[in-house]
């Protein structure tokens, strides 16, 4: 009795194509200005908001890339807060480096990538506005 040659899994239907978003320079402009608003100081919450707020309705590109912003900036905020106790136990100093760190880097990295007209996730990020 010869053995009967395994079963290869169904392939997966293709994911649909979406048509890529069509962006003007404005709303390119406005997109980098929320990802870097985090070189303001303490702007960096209310770019980003004002820019959500204003402009939803208008471009689905802005829209998603203030948004993203604008939850990893309050990420940030909450992960900063989180770090006033560790400073007791020092492991709060080297935390807040590696945050600040990677807060520009990745600032810079989704600017660019809004640049080009995309929108950047960002790593570790709450989803807080939806």
Known sequence: MEPTPPIAPPTPPAAPIQPPIRT??????WSILCHLSVFLGIGFIILPLVVYLVMRSESEYVAAN????LNFHISLMIYFIC??????????IPI???????????????AVKAADGGCY?????LRLIT
């Open 24 to 29: 003007t320079g404005n709303d390119k402009i």
């Open 83 to 92: 770090c006033i106790p560790l400073y007791l136990i020092l492991i709060g």
């Open 96 to 110: 807040v480096i590696i945050l600040g760190l990677s807060m520009f880097i990745l600032s810079i990295v989704a």
């Open 66 to 69: 203030a948004k993203e912003a």
């Open 121 to 125: 996730r960002y790593p570790l990020t």
